[in-house]
């Protein structure tokens, strides 16, 4: 690699670097908030709990959700003046870093820390996405009982073609 070059990497960390630091600091607080989000949601959805504090938590999540998506949008910036791919990512980043003399212990701590979060929130969203939808079907069921309609769907004519149920019938009108 010609000198020049390694010179001016050098000095365009060093101008990143600092900016980096914050939006991980940042990410990282973003993200624990939206851990801890997940996890009042799960407890939301295990209980009998009024469906206004379902949507204030979802509203906060979407908030949340939003500025972490534009923290991405800023680590990629920064990955590209390092000319580095998404695929490199952070810790090819704090590698250059190192090189050029510049204390990582603390950005490359929160970037570990940050990452488990995520996927922390991950598996937290994933369980409360199969929980929403197992209320969801039991809603759904809980209707179509009130509405006098048939748990299948069709039954079958002596030539095999499909028909509705004539014995369902509305129990309760909405």
Not at 9 to 21: G, Q, S, V
Request: include cysteine; charge should be positive.
């Amino acid at each position: 690699m010609n000198k020049s070059y390694l010179i001016q990497a050098e000095i365009m960390i060093n101008k990143t670097h600092p900016i980096a630091l914050k939006l991980i600091q940042s990410a990282l607080e973003h993200t624990q908030q939206l851990e801890q989000l997940l996890t009042e949601e799960a407890a939301l959805l295990k209980g009998k709990s009024p469906a206004l504090a379902l949507d204030t938590i979802t509203g906060q999540k979407n908030t949340l959700v939003s500025q972490l998506t534009t923290f991405a949008n800023q680590v990629e910036q920064i990955l590209a003046t390092e000319k580095l791919s998404k695929e490199a990512g952070m810790p090819q980043y704090f590698v250059i870093a190192e090189l050029a003399g510049i204390d990582t212990s603390t950005s490359s701590a929160n970037w570990h820390k940050l990452t488990d979060a995520s996927k922390n929130c991950r598996l937290l969203n994933e369980q409360n996405g199969a929980c929403i939808h197992i209320l969801n079907q039991h809603s759904q069921r809980i209707l179509n009982i009130l509405k006098g309609k048939s748990q299948t769907i069709n039954t079958y004519s002596r030539d095999g073609r499909a028909k509705s149920n004539p014995y369902s019938r509305t129990l309760v009108s909405v």
